[in-house]
């Protein structure tokens, strides 16, 4: 059974700081790999999705690593704003059970002006 | 060019009543999937849906939920006599194929149960 963790479960940091979000999963037979974005009472932004066969994806200061032998993956935020205040979730689908993906518990993301 | 439509966005029910969630997806996506984010745990799999067919319904409990994907119109979570601990927000997400497409999320149906 697949399991995806996220460390840290909250980060506070102050604006302009680089920063790292960490997301492992036990099964390293991943078709690919989905960080989103969840604003309070809202709905899931796609941000970064990396297939198996990559190494990152890059979108804006945003910066996604994959290591699938490892099973981790990172999520870098370059010069950090308040607007990133959101939880950040990371999403796996696996290659062999179907097209559904299996998520982490999220990073509660605060940045302090 | 709308994203994955949900309504309603907010649904009050008392117990014992049936509560009926919707998704339109995006345009030209035919797999609809199905995800409930219980109060401080994350997102877990629920269903997933092509058109007129269920796929794979694993994650589904298997008494009081049925979802469906008909050939016109939009998906339905349905849950019958529903009980406080069906009590989430319920996300619906869409792709255009099976695999190597990102998943897009609606805005959710967050339930009440009263």
């Known amino acids: 059974k697949q399991e995806v963790t996220q460390i840290p479960a909250a980060l506070s940091v102050p604006e302009g700081e680089n920063l790292v979000l960490n997301c492992s999963f036990t099964?390293?037979?991943?078709?690919?790999l989905q960080w989103f974005r969840q604003d309070p009472g809202k709905g899931l932004t796609s941000l970064l999705l990396i297939q198996s066969s990559q190494r990152e994806q890059t979108s804006g200061r945003l910066n996604a690593s994959l290591d699938k032998s490892s099973g981790r993956s990172t999520l870098y935020i370059a010069a950090s704003q308040p607007g990133d205040s959101a939880t950040y979730l990371c999403?796996?689908?696996?290659?062999?059970?179907?097209?559904?993906?299996?998520f982490g518990g999220g990073t509660r993301l605060m940045v302090k002006p | 060019n709308a994203g994955v439509m949900q309504n309603p966005r907010h649904l009050v029910r008392r117990r014992g009543q049936e509560a009926r969630l919707r998704c339109s997806p995006m345009k030209g996506h035919s797999h609809v999937y199905w995800y409930r984010q219980l109060p401080e745990e994350g997102l877990k799999f629920m269903v997933y849906?092509?058109?007129?067919?269920?796929?794979?319904e694993s994650g589904m409990p298997k008494e009081r939920f049925s979802a469906e994907f008909p050939k016109e119109g939009p998906s339905i979570l349905r849950i019958q006599q529903v009980v406080r601990g069906d009590s989430a927000a319920y996300f619906c997400a869409s792709s255009p194929l099976q695999g190597g497409q990102p998943q897009h999320f609606g805005d959710g149906t967050r339930l009440s149960i009263l």
């Open positions: 849906l092509q058109k007129e067919n269920i796929i794979d």
């Open positions: 999403a796996v689908r696996r290659s062999n059970a179907g097209n559904m993906l299996t």
């Open positions: 099964d390293s037979a991943i078709y690919n």
